[in-house]
């Protein structure tokens, strides 16, 4: 139940991948969203995912978080294959997803939200919590403290007592990741974090980001469009093109390829 944070300074050390996915193939009809996908996410690091619209990527999502079965292929997470795993054990196993559509308590303070999607960890039952006996009140003191060190890490703290309604939208988009955050995920994955945002806010955004993979023991997955992000935060990139793994390698190697730049970016930047 607790966000433990490793402290500011250099990155720690990466040990292997955290998360391996083989020969992914999803078949809608006759059309392949993914098609033989490959690729891994090495502990302790943000890894981007990219690519034009109708790629495949929100597919690829689906099949890690397991809203999505594969026709063909498997998922390994921290070691375990979980091809066949519910997506609310794969919850459980440290796997944390975003999506593009907000929902957010806007009635309720900033702080309320993040701890309201804590309330699955608590540990005392519905009467104690009713009753506010000694060992619930201390249960909600521990979740009201990730709470707050969820805020804090993606630089909402400031606003904990705010209704959300008040926050613009990229702090919204913030407030939602510390919402997982308090989860103590293993591994998060943003669908698009930075949609709809303005230069400051994507700034904000990336600095919270670097924060979470350099003081935090989280591991990211990032499909996202501004190149600017990716080029800011990601160790490592890979595109996806007509549901096909274009390339995939260390962030500068790949948004250098000319490949990339053409089909990503367009013709007129190659």
């Known amino acids: 139940m607790t966000l433990t944070e490793t402290g500011p300074g ?34 302790g690091s943000i890894t981007a995912l990219i690519g034009p619209n109708g790629a495949g990527k929100s597919t690829f999502f689906d099949v890690v978080t397991g809203a999505r079965r ?54 005392s039952g519905l009467l104690a919590a009713l009753a506010r006996t000694p060992a619930a009140r201390r249960g909600d003191d521990e979740l009201r403290a990730v709470a707050e060190r969820a805020l804090h890490l993606v630089g909402l703290g400031h606003a904990a007592s705010l209704p959300a309604g008040r926050l613009p939208y990229g702090d919204l988009r913030r407030l939602e990741i510390a919402r997982l955050l308090a989860l103590s995920p293993q591994f998060l994955m943003l669908d698009e974090p930075a949609a709809g945002m303005d230069a400051p806010e994507t700034e904000a955004l990336a600095q919270a980001l670097l924060a979470i993979r350099d003081r935090w023991d989280v591991t990211l997955l990032v499909v996202e469009h501004d190149i600017g992000l990716v080029r800011t935060v990601a160790d490592d990139v890979h595109v996806l093109e007509f549901g096909k793994l274009l390339t995939s390698g260390p962030a500068h190697d790949v948004l250098s390829d000319p490949r990339v730049i053409k089909a990503y970016l367009g013709a007129r930047h190659a």
């Open 10 to 43: 250099p990155r720690g050390v990466t040990t292997g991948d955290l998360l391996v996915v083989e020969d992914i193939t999803v078949q809608f009809g006759g059309v392949v969203a993914n098609d033989n996908v490959s690729l891994s996410c090495r502990r």
């Open 70 to 123: 594969p026709n063909k292929g498997r998922v390994f997470f921290d070691g375990v294959d979980v091809t066949d795993t519910p997506p609310y054990v794969r919850a459980r196993m440290g796997i944390g997803r975003t999506f593009q559509n907000l929902a957010v308590a806007r009635s309720m303070s900033v702080l309320d939200n993040v701890v309201l999607g804590t309330l699955r960890m608590r540990r």
